[in-house]
Every structure is written in structure tokens, then in C-alpha cells.
């Protein structure tokens, strides 16, 4: 167990639709990151998030966005589905930055059909 | 930004068997990361090594920042080491995000 908690596992859902994916992460870590991992993609960084703020952005599409609360909690919004957003969404998080070690949750496997 | 490279690709291994599995990153990095993406699709962190040399078990890592490569050794391989491997970067000094080169995928026959 990396201490990372994503919910949910699994999310099925219709194009067009909006959901959220939800990260808690490890005790004492403030940044929270969200990567994507698609068939033919790999892992694609996202987003980051320090202490509530936005702190990096990578190939996030304007119909994604996130946020990050006061418990250090984050949330990724993903809108307006297309078939092709179908793919494993991580959350890892890590003291600082990415120059200290990361953990990575278990991912939401999400299918837009 | 920076590149990461991982060779072989795909490797098909019997039970039992070593194997060394290469990470080459462009740049000077401030860490590198090994994980294991088992087939449920799980980031299992593997070696959080900077430079040196770690055990865990069978596996060991072994980083020359200096070259710019690391190696990851699997000795007396299993079936449960089946899955993807993969090495990770910081992206830039402000180490804002990782960046994952494209895996090896092992395979390992009972």
C-alpha cells in the first residue's frame, strides 16, 4: 500500500458526461500530481498541485481541470468525455517535489463508452 | 525537455532466469525512480536511487549519474515479476513532475 488513496477503481460513463476523480495522498506529502495513462500514450503528467496551488501544468486538456482543498485533498474534473479520454488516471504525491521520492495510487480505470 | 529511454522493450524470460533492464535519461537528473506496473495496472514504487547502488530481495538498482544511465537487475525471476517495468525522472531542477520513459515489458514463463 503507497499510502495514496484514489476513488473511485473503476468508472464507466457516456460521452458527453462529466465526472470527478478523487485523491488523498500520503500523510505529510503537499504535492499532489495527476498523470494519465492511455494505450498509446503512456504516462502523461498532467498537473501538479503544492499546498493548495497550482504549481505545473503538462498536456492537460481545457476540459480537465483540478484542484487541490485545505486537507490537501485533490480533485480532477474531467468534462464533456470523449471516447478517447478512456484511460487510467493516477494520482501520486510527495513531500515537495518530484526531486523526493513520489507514490502513486492505485488509479481510476475510466471507460467512456 | 528531458529524455528517457529504456531498452529492451519486451522481454520473454523462463522462471528462474536474470535479466538487466537499461534506463538512459539526456540529462543530469537529482533522482530516478524504478516501478513495476503489475497487470492489474498498480505503480509499485521498485528504487528511489539518485546514484549507487540498492538491494531489495532479488532485485537490485544500480544509477551512474554521472553517465546518465541506470540498471535494473532481476535475479531468479518469477512469474509474479511479470509486468511492466518502468524509469522515472524529474522533468527540471524545480522537480515538478516525473518523466517515465516507455517501459520494458517482461514476461516471465512458469
Known amino acids: 500500500d503507497s499510502g495514496v488513496t484514489q476513488t473511485p477503481k473503476h468508472l464507466i460513463t457516456a460521452t458527453g458526461q462529466r465526472v470527478t476523480l478523487r485523491c488523498s495522498p500520503r500523510?505529510?506529502?503537499?504535492?499532489v500530481y495527476w498523470y494519465q495513462q492511455s494505450l498509446d500514450q503512456g504516462l502523461q503528467f498532467l498537473i501538479q498541485y503544492y499546498n493548495g496551488e497550482e504549481r505545473a501544468k503538462g498536456n492537460i486538456l481545457e476540459r480537465f481541470s483540478a484542484q487541490q482543498f485545505p486537507d490537501l485533498h485533490s480533485e480532477l474534473n474531467l468534462s464533456s468525455l470523449e471516447l478517447g479520454d478512456s484511460a487510467l488516471y493516477f494520482c501520486?504525491?510527495?513531500?515537495?517535489?518530484?526531486?523526493?521520492?513520489?507514490?502513486f495510487g492505485q488509479g481510476t480505470r475510466l471507460t467512456v463508452v | 525537455g528531458i529524455q528517457v529511454e529504456q531498452s529492451p522493450p519486451d522481454l520473454i524470460l523462463q522462471e528462474g532466469a536474470n535479466s538487466t533492464l537499461r534506463c538512459n535519461f539526456s540529462?543530469?537528473?537529482?533522482?530516478l525512480q524504478w516501478f513495476h506496473q503489475n497487470p492489474w495496472g498498480q505503480l509499485i514504487n521498485l528504487f528511489y536511487?539518485?546514484?549507487g547502488t540498492k538491494q531489495n530481495g532479488r532485485l537490485s538498482a544500480t544509477t551512474v549519474a554521472t553517465e546518465r544511465y541506470s540498471l535494473l537487475y532481476i535475479s531468479s525471476s518469477q512469474t509474479t515479476d511479470s509486468g511492466v517495468y518502468f524509469c522515472?525522472?524529474?522533468?527540471?531542477?524545480?522537480?515538478?513532475?516525473?518523466?517515465f520513459g516507455e517501459g520494458t515489458q517482461l514476461t516471465v514463463n512458469p
Open positions: 501520486a504525491s510527495s513531500v515537495v517535489s518530484m526531486n523526493t521520492e513520489a507514490f
Open positions: 540529462d543530469s537528473v537529482n533522482n
Open positions: 522515472a525522472v524529474p522533468e527540471e531542477t524545480s522537480g515538478s513532475r516525473l518523466t
Open positions: 536511487i539518485p546514484s
Open positions: 500523510s505529510g506529502d503537499l504535492s
